[in-house]
């Protein structure tokens, strides 16, 4: 009965949401991905800017998140090329193999049909570094020296934590005895250090940071990080579907010294310009072109973003109300079949989100439709709870009248059960789009956009006022979303059943 | 059993033959045999525990027997003629049974509604059964939580006569009512089913409720038929001690 409506225009949106992935073109447009970094984010904006002069349709995903990530993308053929650096190359993506030189990686990287550049022109090599004052009142300069500080508190960037090339290799060649050891976002490391909450964090050799907060590198003494340096890493196929594209970018080859880009992070983090504007300086003055640079208006961002978070929450809960509104009534008639509905929804609600999110890239790709799919899965738990429970609270009596009247057992769901139960099964969607408009501004780590995109980028560049511009939003589409759902219920809940005497 | 009436005087609209229901391991009714006459009111009485209300789910199948038959109209009820069947019995409960959710108007016509019978021919049906029930028309578009006790009960046999059944199976239908009302609604109920003319099989605690409507009274104990008979019938030859114990504790409400 008023349950109908509801499915209807859940249908309607989910095919529109899928209507709208499907009709991307596939090749028509060359897509720059970038890391959840600044600096990757500055040479995303050049690249797709070169690429955008050879008049060809570029796109960059920008701040799509870590090495696995973009290496996924690629792969898949979410984007076409993005920025690397040689020792993540080595360690990190061809990491079981022993690989020496240049042609070595190449040929390895070939066979998976994707090629590297020539390095960009600086080294970017992963470094420790602590604060000055700190340091010097510990006597540290090297990163042996360490070895005799036991108790230092360490900070280091998740990435770090996990890569074979970062603190379990680092700890076991210098046999760095430290247990406190927190991993935390790269951004946050900074502040921690300065606060004095933690002694030593990595660094990237181009921060931006590193003079701004007067840290000292510590010296690698026995050369343990390899080098770094910046590169291309595209798909094989681009040079032969985009060749003109592909050698108006490889004009960045060599160009780019470690002052440069160290100048251009600390424009972006410290003096708040946009990646795009510093980018499109760099081009301008390395190369004399101007580059086009319509940079959108914070009322375009925030329009965007309220579309790409609606489209996020409408598609994924419409979808969950759909498939589990029917498992809830299984659930409720089936007690052994219910058991294995509520432990599995149940298990899913258990996986972190940010799991669920990376999980769904090699199945899906980046972008929207992943996001979509782990926020379907995440609002699937209340909804089928609330109907189990609706269903299975409905007096015995009411059943029993329902079956002695001679209504088949359908009919009998359909005009008594389903009816009596639709305030607790309303209450569980209204749960499940709650959870979900918050968990959606994870998305935009996968590339999904929404109100998690200003969010990201405000914690890459330590601004809170872009922080706010993602998360108000949120909350108060949250809030507004729950205002609905209470008045909804008021309209649709039956009368009989909020009226007390 | 100990003891055998003689043949029913009309046909029979139920027949239990060998009837037994457990629930886990105790016996809710043991190998009951009983036909129901056509056109009369039987009343099933007996102390909590007792089967009558186990017995009177059987005959409409909200349970179904562990083994023996139960027939209706000479055909052997199942859960696949079920669903039909039922909507020629009209079932009310002790507190009515009335859907929440439903106005009154829409609890009495929701068969009738699903069975697609036109606007007017449900409009007619509804009145006439207000007015045999003597429901006033503004109770019609309240809902439960909005009616009376014994409002509430009226609603609920209009709901159970809406279709004309051949059978009204009652539960303890005046049990949650209040003493004053529930004598005035004695009153009303007999009136009705007299006027009806239907079989009806009504479940009672109470001797001298059973007494006044029964035209057979079917005692139960642990399960068993004790006794069958006018009230009468059981009030001269109690057929053994446990008649004689439960009309006596009984006796002081019999008027």
Same mark, same amino acid.
């Given at each position: 009965?008023?349950?109908?409506p509801v499915c209807n225009n859940a249908a309607l949106t989910v095919l529109l949401a899928c209507a709208v992935f499907a009709s991307?073109?596939?090749?028509?447009?060359?897509?720059?991905?970038?890391?959840?970094?600044?600096?990757?984010?500055?040479?995303?904006?050049?690249?797709?800017?070169?690429?955008?002069?050879?008049?060809?349709?570029?796109?960059?995903?920008?701040?799509?998140?870590?090495?696995?990530?973009?290496?996924?993308?690629?792969?898949?053929?979410?984007?076409?090329?993005?920025?690397?650096?040689?020792?993540?190359?080595?360690?990190?993506?061809?990491?079981?193999?022993?690989?020496?030189?240049?042609?070595?990686?190449?040929?390895?990287?070939?066979?998976?049909?994707?090629?590297?550049?020539?390095?960009?022109?600086?080294?970017?090599?992963?470094?420790?570094?602590?604060?000055?004052?700190?340091?010097?009142?510990?006597?540290?300069?090297?990163?042996?020296?360490?070895?005799?500080?036991?108790?230092?508190?360490?900070?280091?960037?998740?990435?770090?934590?996990?890569?074979?090339?970062?603190?379990?290799?680092?700890?076991?060649?210098?046999?760095?005895?430290?247990?406190?050891?927190?991993?935390?976002?790269?951004?946050?490391?900074?502040?921690?250090?300065?606060?004095?909450?933690?002694?030593?964090?990595?660094?990237?050799?181009?921060?931006?940071?590193?003079?701004?907060?007067?840290?000292?590198?510590?010296?690698?003494?026995?050369?343990?990080?390899?080098?770094?340096?910046?590169?291309?890493?595209?798909?094989?196929?681009?040079?032969?579907?985009?060749?003109?594209?592909?050698?108006?970018?490889?004009?960045?080859?060599?160009?780019?010294?470690?002052?440069?880009?160290?100048?251009?992070?600390?424009?972006?983090?410290?003096?708040?310009?946009?990646?795009?504007?510093?980018?499109?300086?760099?081009?301008?003055?390395?190369?004399?072109?101007?580059?086009?640079?319509?940079?959108?208006?914070?009322?375009?961002?925030?329009?965007?973003?309220?579309?790409?978070?609606?489209?996020?929450?409408?598609?994924?809960?419409?979808?969950?109300?759909?498939?589990?509104?029917?498992?809830?009534?299984?659930?409720?008639?089936?007690?052994?079949?219910?058991?294995?509905?509520?432990?599995?929804?149940?298990?899913?609600?258990?996986?972190?989100?940010?799991?669920?999110?990376?999980?769904?890239?090699?199945?899906?790709?980046?972008?929207?439709?992943?996001?979509?799919?782990?926020?379907?899965?995440?609002?699937?738990?209340?909804?089928?709870?609330?109907?189990?429970?609706?269903?299975?609270?409905?007096?015995?009596?009411?059943?029993?009248?329902?079956?002695?009247?001679?209504?088949?057992?359908?009919?009998?769901?359909?005009?008594?059960?389903?009816?009596?139960?639709?305030?607790?099964?309303?209450?569980?969607?209204?749960?499940?789009?709650?959870?979900?408009?918050?968990?959606?501004?994870?998305?935009?780590?996968?590339?999904?956009?929404?109100?998690?995109?200003?969010?990201?980028?405000?914690?890459?560049?330590?601004?809170?006022?872009?922080?706010?511009?993602?998360?108000?939003?949120?909350?108060?589409?949250?809030?507004?979303?729950?205002?609905?759902?209470?008045?909804?219920?008021?309209?649709?809940?039956?009368?009989?059943?909020?009226?007390?005497? | 059993?100990?003891?055998?009436?003689?043949?029913?005087?009309?046909?029979?609209?139920?027949?239990?033959?060998?009837?037994?229901?457990?629930?886990?391991?105790?016996?809710?009714?043991?190998?009951?045999?009983?036909?129901?006459?056509?056109?009369?009111?039987?009343?099933?009485?007996?102390?909590?525990?007792?089967?009558?209300?186990?017995? #009177?789910? =059987?005959?409409?199948? *909200?349970? $179904?027997? %562990?083994?023996?038959?139960?027939?209706?109209?000479?055909?052997? +009820?199942? !859960?696949?003629?079920?669903?039909?069947?039922?909507?020629?019995?009209?079932?009310?409960?002790?507190?009515?049974?009335?859907?929440?959710?439903?106005?009154?108007?829409?609890?009495?016509?929701?068969?009738?509604?699903?069975?697609?019978?036109?606007?007017?021919?449900?409009?007619?049906?509804?009145?006439?059964?207000?007015?045999?029930?003597?429901?006033?028309?503004?109770?019609?578009?309240?809902?439960?939580?909005?009616?009376?006790?014994?409002?509430?009960?009226?609603?609920?046999?209009?709901?159970?006569?809406?279709?004309?059944?051949?059978? #009204?199976? =009652?539960?303890?239908? *005046?049990? $949650?009512? %209040?003493?004053?009302?529930?004598?005035?609604?004695?009153?009303? +109920?007999? !009136?009705?089913?007299?006027?009806?003319?239907?079989?009806?099989?009504?479940?009672?605690?109470?001797?001298?409720?059973?007494?006044?409507?029964?035209?057979?009274?079917?005692?139960?104990?642990?399960?068993?038929?004790?006794?069958?008979?006018?009230?009468?019938?059981?009030?001269?030859?109690?057929?053994?001690?446990?008649?004689?114990?439960?009309?006596?504790?009984?006796?002081?409400?019999?008027?």
């Open positions: 009965m008023s349950a109908m991307m073109p596939a090749r028509a447009e060359i897509r720059v991905g970038s890391k959840q970094f600044t600096e990757s984010v500055i040479l995303g904006e050049g690249a797709t800017r070169l690429i955008g002069h050879a008049s060809v349709r570029v796109t960059h995903r920008a701040e799509l998140g870590g090495t696995r990530t973009l290496w996924g993308a690629l792969l898949a053929g979410d984007i076409d090329i993005y920025p690397e650096y040689t020792g993540t190359i080595v360690q990190e993506i061809l990491g079981h193999r022993a690989l020496t030189d240049t042609r070595a990686i190449r040929a390895a990287l070939a066979e998976y049909d994707v090629r590297m550049s020539a390095p960009l022109g600086f080294n970017n090599t992963y470094a420790v570094g602590m604060r000055r004052v700190r340091a010097e009142q510990l006597n540290i300069r090297k990163l042996s020296d360490l070895v005799s500080h036991p108790k230092l508190r360490l900070g280091f960037s998740s990435e770090f934590m996990d890569r074979a090339d970062g603190w379990p290799g680092l700890a076991r060649y210098y046999g760095l005895p430290h247990t406190d050891v927190r991993g935390l976002d790269h951004d946050l490391a900074y502040r921690g250090l300065e606060a004095g909450e933690i002694d030593a964090t990595d660094l990237y050799a181009t921060d931006a940071e590193i003079r701004y907060y007067d840290l000292v590198v510590l010296e690698d003494d026995r050369h343990y990080f390899p080098a770094y340096d910046a590169v291309w890493l595209y798909r094989a196929t681009l040079a032969t579907e985009a060749p003109r594209s592909l050698s108006a970018l490889m004009r960045l080859e060599g160009h780019v010294s470690q002052g440069e880009m160290t100048a251009m992070n600390a424009r972006v983090k410290l003096d708040g310009v946009p990646a795009a504007r510093v980018a499109a300086d760099f081009l301008k003055r390395e190369f004399g072109f101007e580059a086009r640079l319509e940079l959108p208006s914070a009322t375009d961002d925030f329009f965007r973003y309220t579309r790409e978070h609606l489209l996020l929450v409408l598609s994924s809960l419409s979808a969950a109300v759909i498939v589990a509104i029917p498992l809830g009534i299984v659930a409720a008639r089936k007690p052994r079949a219910g058991q294995v509905i509520l432990s599995i929804t149940g298990i899913i609600q258990t996986i972190p989100a940010l799991a669920l999110l990376v999980f769904m890239i090699p199945l899906l790709g980046i972008g929207g439709a992943p996001a979509i799919v782990a926020l379907f899965l995440y609002s699937l738990l209340p909804i089928v709870r609330n109907t189990y429970t609706g269903l299975r609270g409905i007096p015995p009596q009411l059943t029993e009248s329902a079956v002695a009247l001679g209504l088949p057992a359908l009919s009998r769901l359909r005009l008594v059960e389903l009816p009596l139960a639709l305030p607790t099964i309303l209450a569980g969607i209204k749960t499940s789009a709650v959870i979900n408009i918050g968990t959606a501004t994870l998305g935009a780590l996968i590339g999904a956009g929404g109100y998690g995109q200003p969010i990201l980028t405000g914690i890459r560049l330590d601004d809170t006022g872009l922080i706010l511009q993602g998360a108000v939003p949120a909350a108060m589409l949250a809030l507004l979303v729950q205002g609905v759902f209470e008045l909804g219920e008021r309209w649709l809940a039956p009368k009989g059943l909020s009226a007390r005497r | 059993m100990s003891r055998r009436e003689g043949p029913p005087a009309g046909a029979a609209v139920f027949e239990l033959a060998g009837v037994t229901r457990r629930y886990g391991t105790s016996v809710a009714l043991a190998r009951i045999d009983l036909s129901i006459e056509k056109a009369r009111t039987t009343v099933l009485i007996g102390p909590s525990g007792s089967g009558k209300s186990t017995l #009177l789910r =059987l005959l409409v199948r *909200l349970i $179904a027997p %562990d083994t023996g038959t139960v027939r209706f109209e000479d055909q052997p +009820l199942t !859960d696949d003629n079920a669903a039909v069947l039922r909507q020629r019995m009209g079932f009310v409960v002790q507190e009515g049974g009335l859907f929440p959710h439903l106005s009154a108007h829409d609890n009495v016509a929701l068969m009738a509604r699903y069975l697609r019978w036109d606007t007017s021919r449900i409009a007619a049906r509804v009145h006439e059964l207000a007015a045999i029930t003597h429901l006033p028309a503004d109770a019609l578009r309240r809902f439960p939580v909005e009616l009376s006790g014994g409002q509430r009960q009226r609603v609920s046999l209009m709901r159970a006569l809406m279709l004309d059944p051949d059978v #009204l199976l =009652l539960d303890e239908p *005046l049990g $949650a009512l %209040d003493p004053m009302i529930r004598f005035d609604l004695q009153n009303e +109920l007999r !009136d009705i089913f007299r006027g009806l003319n239907k079989t009806v099989v009504m479940v009672t605690h109470d001797l001298s409720e059973a007494g006044f409507f029964a035209d057979t009274i079917v005692l139960m104990r642990e399960g068993r038929i004790v006794q069958r008979g006018s009230l009468t019938n059981l009030l001269r030859a109690p057929a053994d001690a446990f008649v004689e114990q439960f009309i006596r504790a009984q006796r002081s409400s019999i008027v």
